[in-house]
Structures are given as structure tokens and as C-alpha cells.
């Protein structure tokens, strides 16, 4: 695909990580050469100001809103950490923690940022806050949401 555009062949993209798109064309990123259209997530990217929310352009619309919003919740998801259910609660505050300090640590943070990672932390008690969300969506809006991704209702 990103050779397509290159050569022409093809005049966008769908379905990209901001994060990565910078990471494999650092320069033409800085240079503003991409024209992002619209972007999925709980919040935007603050480098990506122009470009509105998904949840943004359906808001109040009770057919898209909720499809918006699983999708949105899921990508806010995509690199989650997460413990085994049942897993006991001291071993998950420990994660927790561990995590916590892991993503304030300055070397760590450097590290990252030699290595163009974007560190975007969730807390634990936020990641399944969105899991059990995700869980609690009625049918119906899976149902949409397999129609909007192509896949075949059952």
C-alpha cells in the first residue's frame, strides 16, 4: 500500500497508527505532507488538530454514535496490557504499579523516544473501565459495527 501511494498509484490510506505513519515517513510527517482526514480513539492526537474525532462527527446520532463508539474504544485498546481473569487482586495492583513507575521512568521515556514509541499510558482501573464497556455492547451494535467492518452477520 505505501508504495502504491508513493508511485502514484493510489492517492490515500486507510486504517494507519499516526505514531507509525511518522515513524516510517519522519520526514514527509514533519513536512506535513499527509493529509489526515479523521481520526478513531477516545482523544485526539494533539499534533492532529485539523482532523476530527470519529465520535465528534456522529455525535447525537443514534444508529452511528454507538458503532462510533465501540470502534473508537476498541483502537484506544490496541496496546493494552492485561492480566488473566481471575488473576488475584494484589498480582493486578502490583502490575499496576509496576507499570505506573515503569511509564514515569526517565530512562525508560528516553529509550522510547530514541526508538520514536509514543507513550500514551492508560491506567489499569481506565483499560477495564473500556474492556468492560466493550463487553457491555448490546448486539444490535455488534451487529452494525461487523456490516460497517464488512464481516458476515450471524
Known amino acids: 500500500?505505501?508504495?502504491?501511494?508513493?508511485?502514484?498509484?493510489t492517492e490515500g490510506?486507510?486504517?494507519?497508527?499516526?505514531?507509525?505513519l511518522k515513524s516510517v515517513y519522519p520526514a514527509e510527517a514533519k513536512a506535513?505532507?499527509?493529509?489526515?482526514?479523521?481520526?478513531?480513539?477516545?482523544?485526539g492526537d494533539p499534533e492532529l488538530p485539523d482532523a476530527p474525532l470519529l465520535l465528534d462527527l456522529v455525535k447525537g446520532d443514534p444508529e452511528?454514535?454507538?458503532?462510533?463508539?465501540?470502534?473508537?474504544?476498541?483502537?484506544?485498546?490496541?496496546?493494552?496490557?492485561?492480566?488473566?481473569p481471575g488473576a488475584p487482586a494484589e498480582r493486578v495492583e502490583i502490575l499496576r504499579r509496576a507499570l505506573a513507575e515503569t511509564i514515569r521512568d526517565?530512562?525508560?521515556?528516553?529509550?522510547?523516544?530514541?526508538?520514536?514509541?509514543?507513550?500514551?499510558?492508560?491506567?489499569?482501573?481506565e483499560t477495564q473501565a473500556a474492556i468492560r464497556q466493550i463487553l457491555a455492547t448490546p448486539k444490535d451494535v455488534?451487529?452494525?459495527?461487523?456490516?460497517?467492518?464488512?464481516?458476515?452477520?450471524?
Open 1 to 9: 500500500m505505501n508504495l502504491s501511494a508513493e508511485r502514484g498509484e
Open 13 to 20: 490510506r486507510g486504517a494507519w497508527n499516526w505514531t507509525n
Open 32 to 43: 506535513g505532507k499527509f493529509n489526515v482526514l479523521i481520526q478513531t480513539g477516545m482523544n
Open 64 to 84: 452511528k454514535e454507538p458503532v462510533a463508539r465501540f470502534l473508537s474504544t476498541a483502537v484506544a485498546l490496541n496496546r493494552t496490557i492485561a492480566a488473566p
Open 106 to 125: 526517565p530512562e525508560f521515556l528516553a529509550e522510547a523516544e530514541k526508538t520514536g514509541s509514543e507513550i500514551v499510558p492508560m491506567t489499569g482501573e
Open 142 to 154: 455488534i451487529e452494525r459495527v461487523k456490516m460497517v467492518l464488512g464481516a458476515s452477520v450471524k
